[in-house]
């Protein structure tokens, strides 16, 4: 039986008897001889060494801060919510793969939950009050040093601001070169990639000859070729293939690195995960919920394939290798991925159902959330009426969540939300449902929520995203400008934002 796909196996036998001791000989991927295999790739040497994350809380949200060792320092602060701990470890080691000017000392990621229209004045009232480092000692200007990357998830808008030095360095006052940087996130984030996504402005920033379709030059294979005189276009195909064949390898290794730390752990659990999925019993595990959880859970067995396709790479097996099972390493991260997601949201649903108090009040609050943004979005006071009266129904239920007749109750006044918030949406944003694409997130998704999909409920907070998606890419299709003001006429630092 092959080493990788062993557990799988046993899982697909008895969806539990095997053994995954083959697992355990497999390392990660930052070993000396993963750096030696990296380094010849012409990466930046990431690995070589590995900065210890510090955490502090910023208005509530933990900023995760990787101090510079052989490149610039990386700060993670996700007032949105939106990126797991996965998402901002790639934060940190793909920057550190960009080959950033000198100047650029630190890159500061930030996303906002909700934000103004005008995102830069979003991003300056923060820094001021939470983030003073990052401006200028007068705080007219950001600080030298540092390259800003922000997302806005409410309305929909995505900038990137920077130091004079940095903005000299990639010149982001250029109106032309600042929209390049910009709208190299957009692709990503609307596909839901937000780490990629602000990871690829950071690419865009390094390279001054960057292209929306990724096929870029590095400045200093640029500057290289320039020093060298003619290049013809053979010469430039070859730097352009040995850019993409690198940043393959790297997403290929680190894909290994996930599968063999999660993928035999999640098919050891898989007959307690189905057993649990099956136990459940509310009006919220219907038939759709068990369809997708059958669904998820056949395609997690189908990797078996996969897995033996793949059993032979350790972390010491070539570039190439990596390269050739590129594909199949990634179909396995997702599938895990989803897996892995299905099975948190399944135990929250069984949390709720055995009387897990702190779970039914992080519920309620979920809804009371969306509640309270539909009421504030509410074009006239009958709807604000009737979503008041839910968030008092809410509030009361959350005093008695060990009630015995707390799903009962919780399921009622959900579906009085569903009302009002169908109706509202009908009136206000018709249209938005009308795109294929818009669909509840299903139960290997991480903005599944309890009630998801059950008689086609959508939550407002879905519905309110979707909306203001469509209106930035109505927006983005009639004119690409970047917003560069701000609401502070004392501050003129230089970068922009724009709807995504």
């Not at 009639?478 to 724009?498: K, M």
Request: with cysteine.
């Amino acid at each position: 039986m092959s080493r990788l796909a062993a557990p799988l196996c046993a899982a697909a036998l008895t969806l539990l008897i095997g053994s995954l001791g083959a697992m355990t000989h497999i390392t990660p991927i930052d070993t000396p001889a993963a750096q030696a295999e990296s380094a010849s790739t012409g990466s930046p040497a990431v690995s070589a060494a590995q900065e210890t994350m510090s955490t502090t809380d910023i208005d509530g949200t933990s900023l995760s801060t990787w101090p510079g060792a052989q490149g610039p320092t990386v700060t993670v602060w996700d007032g949105a919510g939106k990126l797991s701990d996965t998402d901002k470890e790639s934060l940190h080691q793909n920057t550190l793969k960009v080959a950033v000017p000198s100047v650029v000392t630190s890159v500061d990621y930030l996303t906002f939950a909700t934000n103004d229209e005008n995102l830069n004045d979003t991003v300056l009232n923060h820094l001021k009050q939470h983030r003073p480092d990052l401006l200028s000692p007068d705080q007219t200007k950001y600080a030298d040093g540092h390259l800003i990357v922000a997302v806005g998830f409410d309305p929909r808008q995505n900038g990137v601001f920077g130091g004079e030095d940095v903005v000299k360095s990639i010149d982001l006052r250029k109106q032309e070169r600042l929209e390049t940087i910009v709208d190299a996130a957009k692709p990503g984030l609307r596909k839901g990639h937000y780490a990629d996504g602000m990871v690829e402005s950071v690419v865009a920033a390094a390279d001054p000859n960057y292209k929306a379709s990724g096929n870029t030059i590095s400045p200093g294979l640029a500057a290289g070729l320039a020093a060298g005189g003619a290049v013809t276009v053979a010469g430039i195909g070859a730097v352009i293939a040995a850019s993409m064949t690198s940043r393959r390898t790297n997403q290929a290794r680190a894909n290994f690195d996930t599968v063999s730390r999660e993928y035999g752990r999640v098919a050891a659990d898989l007959e307690a995960i189905d057993v649990r999925a099956h136990s459940l019993t509310s009006s919220f595990a219907n038939d759709e919920l068990r369809r997708q959880w059958e669904d998820v859970k056949q395609r997690f067995l189908q990797l078996h394939t996969t897995m033996n396709s793949i059993d032979h790479l350790t972390v010491d097996s070539p570039n190439k290798e990596f390269r050739r099972h590129h594909a199949a390493l990634a179909t396995a991260v997702e599938e895990t991925t989803k897996m892995s997601q299905a099975e948190e949201n399944i135990n929250l649903l069984h949390d709720l159902e055995n009387g897990n108090e702190e779970a039914r009040r992080s519920q309620l609050q979920r809804l009371r959330e969306d509640a309270l943004k539909a009421k504030l979005d509410a074009p006239d006071d009958r709807y604000a009426a009737e979503y008041d009266s839910i968030m008092t129904r809410i509030d009361a239920l959350a005093h008695n969540a060990a009630s015995p007749t707390f799903m009962d109750e919780f399921t009622t006044i959900l579906s009085d939300y569903q009302i009002v918030t169908k109706n509202m949406q009908e009136n206000t944003m018709p249209e938005v449902l009308d795109k294929d694409d818009r669909v509840a997130p299903r139960i290997d998704s991480r903005d599944w929520n309890v009630g998801l999909g059950r008689n086609d409920f959508v939550p407002y907070l879905i519905l309110s995203s979707w909306h203001s998606n469509d209106v930035a890419a109505a927006q983005s299709s009639s004119s690409s400008s970047v917003n560069t003001s701000y609401s502070s006429t004392s501050f003129s630092g230089a970068g922009g934002s724009s709807g995504w």
